[in-house]
């Protein structure tokens, strides 16, 4: 069975770090744009960083730009997302995404989606 399964998240205060997992689970991400996207209440779910096929360029949201790290381990199959510094409004519920032999992390293209983490920064 094809899926993308997420870990991590949970209630951090303003400053905090968290680390968002996600690992493939029935395939290889290589052929995959591989992406983290997030959802605020009555939002869109917008793209906030992205890797890139095939030449696995990086690309920040100017949002997360200095804060966040998209990261992968490939013998683990499995995408990171550092989040460093983080705000209130970095409140969301985050999701992994993977869009197939893309140079871009498009939201309306993503083939697989991650169950969805909720990522929470109050005092």
């Known amino acids: 069975q094809l899926q993308l ?7 951090v205060q303003p400053g905090g770090s968290l680390r968002l997992s ?3 689970s029935g395939f290889t991400m290589d052929n995959y744009a591989i992406g983290w996207f997030r959802q605020a209440p009555g939002k869109v779910r917008d793209e906030i960083s992205c890797i890139n096929y095939p030449d696995r360029a990086i690309n920040y949201d100017d949002s997360v ?4 790290t998209i990261y ?3 013998a683990k199959n499995t995408v990171y997302l550092q989040m460093n ?3 209130p ?4 519920i985050y999701y992994c995404g993977i869009v197939w032999k893309a140079l871009a992390c498009v939201r309306t293209a993503v083939n697989y989606w991650g169950q969805g983490t909720q990522v929470t920064v109050s005092s």
């Open 5 to 11: 399964v997420q870990s991590g998240g949970g209630l």
């Open 72 to 74: 992968r381990d490939n």
């Open 22 to 24: 996600c690992a493939a």
């Open 89 to 92: 409004e970095d409140t969301a």
């Open 65 to 68: 730009k200095g804060r966040f």
């Open 85 to 87: 510094d983080l705000k």
